[in-house]
């Protein structure tokens, strides 16, 4: 549609009285200077719609569009032209900002305006032609609503912080026209507060709909504080420059009990609307009643395929879960999440039984710790050694740390514990007294650590000695051996910081001695006897031997012996003799 309407000043009657001016009034154009003529179409759009508006060269003939949005909607104006965009024959600028001229490097929707409720833009798009340019520029101005919530100018709420409109800390989005339209005159602001009763979360957002208009584009013209009522600025300042993505999400604060107060604010330079939405996103702060997790106890062999999950009570509670501290290895993990899950696996130091792994903690305090659950290892068979009226119980090594052991006896039908071993003294011999003379014992050994026990081990069978102590008739030397040992050097080394030589040791010789023993009468319910180191089977009246050690000529030789079920096993009470040495 072409629309050739006279503006507020008919285009003849301009041009006769501009004519009167120059012939009766030369003076005045002199001193001041001719104003030049002008042509305006004016455009007014009530609904969504299309309109052409055709602009037909004529020399210093100034012609614009203004533009008016009759409805209570607010309207997205976009100007389509087929004006080349660098050129040297048609100027053109849309909200006083160039599109196509000489000089001018088009801006991406550099021609769209944004207009609010009845809002009327005297110089929307204006054209300027050379001699040289075509007698004709088409330009096709669209309308179409936008989907925002926007007031009009003119509503006093919110212009200053007494009058700031309250708005419910459960937050809602507030879309309101913000911002100038002329050439930047002064700042705009709109005001909004809200109130926390007790203590609340904020997680507030700022999006702008359109592009800011300022003198130049890519400045930044729009700005969001927020305060409390002492004016203190409780976030930094942040400018919400538009990029197609939220500009202003500061993240999540906790506020205590008050009134806080919200200003936007549009500077001076900005030339059309500041079109945004705000959203206050707050609620009443909601605490955790406690922490519920996927596993209470893990066992080891779970370990790696599992993960552990916790979450909050209430999950959308703002206590959330922010550390997780791993007992066994020491670390700790930083989080800010309502749920965690947690996989990585302690390397070390893990001990047999339960034991404290995972402890979950929130901000204000509440905890939950998962426990790891170690089985108790079990002991091969342990290592006993029979005497007459006791005996001599190895355990073995423990696998892990903290692992102890109980030493049983089966007695009485049942197993009794006679004994308890720290699992350092583990690998020793321990004795257990108080057993009787050729009496068989069964013995087994079972873990326990931390509140669990093991697997027993197998059973052991021994059979206690003679309590007999054999009664000697005689001993004899019978053969004796020269041992000569050569000299030797033994080499320096080093040893609590110091350096110790080495040593020269002189030759010497040693006499080994057989000796035959011989008892009164045989030890009844025996399988042998040890003389010395030397264990020699059989229930008899005399033992012949050599001893493991000798004696000097004329010494005493000390002979020592006992008797024994078998050669490991069941030995007797020990008896010392001694002898001259020959």
Avoid at 38 to 52: A, P, R, W
Avoid at 220 to 248: C, H, L, M, P
Wanted: hydrophobic letters at 30%; proline letters at 4%; charged letters at 20%.
């Amino acid at each position: 549609m072409r629309n050739w309407k006279s503006g507020r000043i008919c285009n003849y009657l301009m041009k006769g009285l501009l004519l009167c001016a120059l012939v009766v009034g030369g003076w005045f154009t002199a001193g001041i200077g001719a104003k030049a003529e002008s042509l305006t179409h004016s455009v007014e759009f009530k609904s969504e719609e299309s309109q052409i508006v055709q602009f037909k060269r004529a020399d210093g003939l100034e012609q614009h569009i203004e533009v008016t949005n009759n409805t209570q909607r607010p309207m997205k104006v976009t100007f389509s032209h087929n004006v080349p965009i660098r050129n040297y024959h048609t100027e053109l600028r849309i909200g006083g900002h160039e599109v196509a001229s000489r000089m001018a490097t088009a801006v991406k929707d550099a021609n769209v305006l944004y207009l609010y409720p009845c809002q009327w833009v005297e110089k929307a798009c204006e054209v300027k032609f050379t001699t040289s340019a075509p007698a004709y520029t088409d330009i096709t101005i669209s309308a179409e609503y936008i989907d925002q919530k926007i007031g009009f100018k003119e509503d006093e709420i919110g212009l200053t912080k007494d009058t700031a409109y309250e708005i419910p800390l459960s937050g809602h989005p507030y879309s309101l026209y913000e911002g100038l339209t002329g050439t930047g005159t002064g700042t705009d602001e709109r005001w909004y507060k809200f109130n926390v009763a007790d203590r609340a979360v904020i997680d507030p957002s700022f999006h702008l709909v359109n592009k800011e208009r300022a003198t130049y584009f890519g400045q930044n013209r729009t700005f969001i504080r927020v305060y409390d009522s002492n004016d203190n600025q409780i976030y930094s300042e942040a400018s919400a420059k538009y990029y197609g993505k939220g500009a202003w999400e500061p993240g999540a604060k906790v506020l205590t009990r008050g009134t806080y107060y919200v200003c936007i604010s549009t500077s001076n330079g900005a030339y059309y609307p500041a079109i945004f939405d705000f959203n206050l996103n707050g609620h009443d702060y909601i605490s955790a009643e406690k922490i519920k997790c996927s596993h209470k106890e893990v066992k080891k062999s779970q370990l790696g395929n599992i993960k552990i999950v916790a979450e909050t009570v209430p999950a959308n509670s703002d206590d959330k879960i922010v550390e997780v501290y791993d007992h066994i290895s020491g670390k700790s993990w930083k989080h800010n999440s309502n749920k965690v899950t947690h996989s990585e696996v302690p390397v070390y130091n893990i001990k047999a039984g339960r034991q404290s792994w995972l402890t979950f903690k929130t901000k204000n305090g509440k905890t939950y710790t998962t426990n790891l659950y170690v089985p108790a290892e079990k002991f091969k068979k342990p290592k006993v050694i029979a005497y007459h009226n006791y005996a001599k119980v190895t355990v073995g090594s423990a696998k892990m740390m903290g692992t102890n052991a109980r030493i049983q006896i089966y007695k009485g039908g049942k197993w009794t514990t006679v004994k308890t071993v720290n699992y350092m003294y583990c690998p020793d011999a321990m004795k257990i007294k108080n057993l009787k003379p050729l009496t068989t014992y069964k013995f087994r050994t079972q873990v326990y650590a931390n509140g669990t026990t093991g697997t027993p081990s197998d059973v052991v069978t021994v059979k206690t000695g003679s309590a007999v102590k054999p009664a000697v008739k005689s001993i004899k030397i019978v053969q004796k051996k020269k041992i000569k040992v050569n000299g030797w050097t033994s080499p320096g080394h080093w040893s609590g910081g110091y350096w110790y030589p080495p040593i020269y040791h002189k030759p010497y010789t040693w006499t080994k001695y057989k000796v035959k023993v011989t008892l009164k009468k045989k030890v009844p319910k025996i399988g042998g006897m040890w003389i010395g180191d030397t264990w020699t089977k059989g229930n008899k009246t005399s033992y012949t031997v050599w001893l493991p050690k000798g004696a000097q000529t004329g010494k005493k030789l000390n002979v020592y012996m006992n008797t024994g079920l078998s050669k490991s096993n069941g030995q007797g009470p020990q008896i010392k003799k001694v002898i001259k040495a020959k």
